[in-house]
């Protein structure tokens, strides 16, 4: 009898796009691994499909080093990371340092220690890949995020950074994802707005990034690549 595959780590993946992934990779036979800070409704269906589901709160290095340790008592192999936890804070005034450093620890310090203890997960599969999910916002910056911006604007650089230090055996690559999925909560107006932004006007759904991340993790040939999956945003 031939072993299972090494699980995929998924982080934030109670809902929206880490959710569709989680779910698609299980379709596909994929063992997934899926982390959640709040209880959702999505995490039910992950459990009843026998996918681990771990507590994980990034905001701080404490709460990132016990996921390490929870991790690590689940599992001694991991077939990639996908970073896709992430946070949308705006810089309400009086808070910005406080929304600065918890971007910071989410967008950054979060993928930076959980790629450098958990390489030796991924160096018992082959291949092995992580990917960082960032945005397309850092191609112009934001004037009403900026914090935003440039927490996952170090993410891309982690990207560059850790392929180039843990080639050959782990590809690293990143995937820049703009509109993906509007709010039940977007109005009529927000989304026309929304959708004139891009060549392709489309919103395309949680497939056009679960397609992505299958390319990455299927290519054998790509690393240090950050995928920009925007319809066409900087065509206009």
């Known amino acids: 009898m031939s072993a299972s595959p090494a699980p995929i780590l998924i982080t934030g993946a109670s809902q929206r796009i880490g959710l569709y992934c989680a779910e698609r990779l299980l379709d596909a036979g994929q063992p997934v691994i899926a982390t959640f800070r709040r209880e959702r409704p999505g995490l039910e269906r992950l459990r009843e499909r026998g996918a681990p589901t771990l507590h994980a709160d990034f905001a701080d290095e404490a709460g990132i080093l016990a996921f390490i340790e929870r991790l690590k008592a689940h599992t001694d192999r991991l077939r990639a990371i996908v970073h896709n936890a992430s946070e949308w804070l705006g810089e309400a005034p009086g808070t910005e340092a406080q929304t600065f450093q918890r971007l910071f620890s989410v967008h950054m310090l979060a993928p930076y220690l959980i790629n450098l203890h958990c390489a030796e997960l991924l160096e018992h599969s082959s291949p092995a890949d992580i990917v960082h999910i960032g945005d397309d ?12 911006s440039a927490s996952k604007a170090g993410l891309d650089n982690l990207t560059l950074s850790f392929a180039a230090r843990l080639a050959p055996r782990i590809k690293v690559n990143g995937i820049a994802p703009a509109l993906i999925l509007f709010k039940p909560e977007d109005d009529a107006d927000y989304r026309a707005r929304t959708l004139a932004k891009s060549a392709l006007g489309i919103e395309p759904g949680a497939e056009a990034v679960y397609l992505g991340l299958r390319y990455l993790l299927d290519n054998p040939y790509v690393t240090g690549t950050t995928l920009t999956v925007n319809g066409g945003r900087h065509l206009k």
């Open 137 to 148: 916002v850092t191609r112009k910056g934001s004037d009403r995020h900026i914090a935003y």
